[in-house]
């Protein structure tokens, strides 16, 4: 193990550490919540979890910095509905509409995910309607199905409402510099998108920049000249160094259809959560993995530092002895249409995982994923490998120094620190 690497276990390990402590008040709203609600034959969260998948990536192609607000507002509404007819034992997102635990849940969920994924996707209004009118002719008729779907417009219009003119889809450029350590578009595509992340009004944090880092390393220094000759020895396409399981591993995180929308799934059923662990569960994830993604893009957009590719194309302008050109290198990956620092996905990946082991209060959690990009399942022992991996793996791909991955993983990891303290708590 290199020394990189063990530093990076440590720095994981701790955080982790640190929010699954923090989460220990939980664990007993978790056990009283087991009994509340006992686990059904069919989560209809988790139906409509893939519901929503279907809508957010097979059908409109979201990339994963625009999918997380899609799946926030779609586990944001839904956590409100069940909790409100779970009689409220959590503290609620948006809004708590009158119930009195009579009203049907899965009518609820259904409910408040459709109208908030209509409202995203008016373009699939039909197949959607129809994709409700069927998953709703499977509940019983009568007052309960009627007050839960009630309860399930009412959160999903309270969502609706507060993300209007939130600041999505609004500039999609990023600023374009030409001096040494400035980010411009880089090869094959030289596209420029999603500035407008960075500025999205967050749904949980107080601002999306409050954990502004202090810049990646000067040009001239010890540690980019570290970052810089490890990302273009492993990361080159055509490597020596790499692996064959780096290799893959980098094209597994890679890939746009996430597998962390799975792994959630796959944790819910195997843990045999009920459906208001498992509303309160997706809703903790997805909304922290939302303000992560914003405030790493934030970020990117205070920084506007240089990608790889970039940087080791144009070499011989960055006044560092210790770094070559090489103007013929390519990444193994495409590398995306933003800056390097900090890193996108160990920031959403970071958030993500330690919101899981907030929640299961444990690290220790097996689960895995496969991805059609590299064709392969990859499979985990614990949050905090996954987020060791994910750190490794965007080196591995040649579109992220070592600095912009751990700098990222820490926004997410404090991003979520931040969402657990102040949201989704035992009411009592």
Not at 13 to 29: C, E, K, R
Not at 266 to 271: K, M, S
Not at 365 to 389: C, D, K, L, M, Y
Request: glycine share 8%; aromatic share 10%.
């Amino acid at each position: 193990m290199t020394r990189h690497v063990s530093i990076r276990r440590k720095l994981v390990s701790a955080v982790v550490a640190g929010v699954i402590g923090a989460g220990a008040p939980v664990l007993s709203g978790m056990t009283s919540a087991y009994a509340a609600d006992p686990v059904r034959p069919v989560n209809s969260v988790i139906v409509w979890d893939q519901n929503a998948q279907t809508a957010i990536w097979d059908y409109a192609q979201q990339q994963p910095q625009v999918q997380a607000r899609s799946f926030a507002m779609v586990h944001g509404a839904v956590y409100d509905a069940v909790n409100a007819i779970s009689g409220k034992p959590y503290q609620p997102y948006l809004s708590a509409p009158s119930a009195n635990g009579r009203e049907s849940v899965d009518a609820a969920v259904g409910t408040a995910a459709f109208k908030v994924l209509v409202s995203l996707f008016p373009g699939q209004q039909d197949r959607l309607q129809q994709q409700y009118d069927d998953y709703m002719a499977g509940i019983p008729a009568g007052l309960a199905k009627v007050r839960g779907t009630t309860v399930g417009d009412k959160t999903a219009a309270a969502m609706i409402t507060a993300r209007q003119n939130d600041g999505a889809f609004g500039d999609e450029a990023w600023p374009v510099g030409t001096q040494p350590g400035q980010w411009r578009p880089t090869p094959p595509t030289n596209a420029n998108a999603t500035a407008w992340v960075g500025h999205l009004k967050p749904f949980l944090l107080p601002s999306v920049s409050m954990f502004r880092s202090s810049g990646p390393p000067a040009l001239t220094s010890a540690q980019y000249a570290r970052d810089f000759n490890e990302v273009k020895t492993i990361g080159a396409v055509n490597s020596t160094t790499r692996t064959l399981d780096q290799t893959q591993a980098a094209i597994w995180w890679h890939d746009r259809h996430l597998g962390e929308w799975e792994i959630k799934r796959q944790l819910a059923t195997g843990q045999r959560l009920s459906t208001l662990q498992t509303a309160r569960m997706f809703a903790m994830v997805d909304l922290s993995e939302a303000d992560a993604t914003s405030a790493c893009y934030n970020e990117k957009g205070a920084w506007l530092f240089w990608r790889p590719v970039t940087a080791i194309q144009l070499a011989d302008t960055d006044g560092n002895p210790n770094t070559a050109a090489d103007p013929a290198w390519m990444p193994l990956l495409v590398t995306p249409p933003h800056p390097d620092f900090t890193s996108g996905h160990t920031c959403f990946t970071a958030a993500s995982m330690s919101a899981l082991a907030y929640f299961f209060g444990r690290n220790d959690i097996q689960f895995s994923a496969f991805s059609s990009a590299s064709g392969t399942t990859r499979s985990f022992n614990s949050f905090t490998g996954a987020i060791a991996e994910v750190i490794e793996a965007r080196i591995w791909g040649g579109i992220h120094t070592r600095t912009a991955d751990i700098e990222g993983a820490k926004i997410g990891l404090r991003t979520t620190a931040y969402a657990v303290t102040h949201y989704f708590q035992p009411r009592r």
